[in-house]
């Protein structure tokens, strides 16, 4: 996409994913997206669903936190607050999940509810990160990347950099001087303290339940970034800046791809 369309690069980020998501249900034959909805499982913010909104999606988004609900209803997101396994509805034709599958065990009995909730030709998206994939040069490349933002940002808004570079979700990386660091408190930050699931799980556990019609790779380090840039179109433009080097970088084995993007259905029944 055209970076300066998105108004933030959180945004921008949320974009990518959403025409992930339109592609996905229009190659499975829901041509017309205006005549489905769609449940968005862990919505965070509401960034995805309020961008899937504009391009004709009705989504249902849920999520536990009532901040986070809040925020993602000032964006016209018709968000509720529960649980998935506290959430009933008849089932839906497109189910996506996005960065949130990883805080969800026990596996087996989330994918069992998803399962439940899908209809028989209905999909689901998920797009996540494989955190054991992330090693030294991912953590090099992050730490280039950070100490690029904070000289941009030093110069052009000293406020700015106090604001945005101590962000509360990220102190794995801003405490970190080396890439050594970064390694070993992401590491710690994600397997260690939250016990994230891996993407060697997640993957395994979808298979086990559901049929595979796509499976990539894909960039997701630059969405960390997106958190420390500012809400403006030069923090936009810099969000699809690091976008594409990670695109470039991934292309010559500098740096590996820890994203992962499945789509799935239902098992066809014999």
């Known amino acids: 996409m055209n970076p300066i369309s998105a108004q933030n690069p959180l ?5 990518i994913t959403a025409q992930f998501v339109r592609e996905a249900a229009v190659k499975l034959g829901h041509y017309d997206l205006s005549q489905i909805t769609a449940l968005d499982v862990g919505c965070g913010e509401g960034q995805i669903a309020c961008e899937l909104g504009k391009l004709g999606l009705k989504t249902i988004a849920i999520d536990g936190n009532g901040e986070s609900i809040d925020k993602a209803r000032a964006l016209g997101v018709d968000a509720r607050e529960t649980l998935l396994a506290n959430f ?14 990883h805080h969800m065990p026990p596996l087996a009995e989330t994918l069992a509810k ?10 689901l998206v998920i797009d996540d990160f494989c955190r054991e994939l992330f090693q030294l040069p991912e953590s090099a490349w992050l730490l280039d990347c950070l100490q690029r933002i904070r000289a941009k940002s030093s110069a052009s808004d000293p406020i700015n950099v106090a604001e945005k570079l101590d962000h509360p979700r990220h102190k794995w990386l801003i405490s970190s001087q080396k890439a050594e660091e970064i390694l070993h408190n992401w590491h710690h930050h994600h397997d260690d303290k939250h016990k994230l699931l891996t993407g060697k799980e997640m993957q395994e556990g979808l298979e086990q339940q559901f049929s595979i019609a796509r499976i990539e790779a894909v960039p997701c380090l630059f969405r960390f970034l997106c958190d420390f840039l500012p809400a403006t179109t030069s923090g936009t433009i810099d969000a699809a800046a690091f976008h ?18 499945m789509v799935l259905q239902k098992r066809t029944k014999k």
């Open 11 to 15: 945004q921008f980020a949320a974009t």
């Open 88 to 101: 009933e509805h008849e089932p839906f034709e497109l189910i996506y999940v996005s960065r949130a599958l």
């Open 114 to 123: 998803l399962n439940a909730m899908l209809s028989e030709d209905g999909i």
């Open 244 to 261: 594409q080097e990670e695109i470039e970088k991934i292309k010559t084995e500098q740096v590996t791809a820890i994203g992962l993007r």
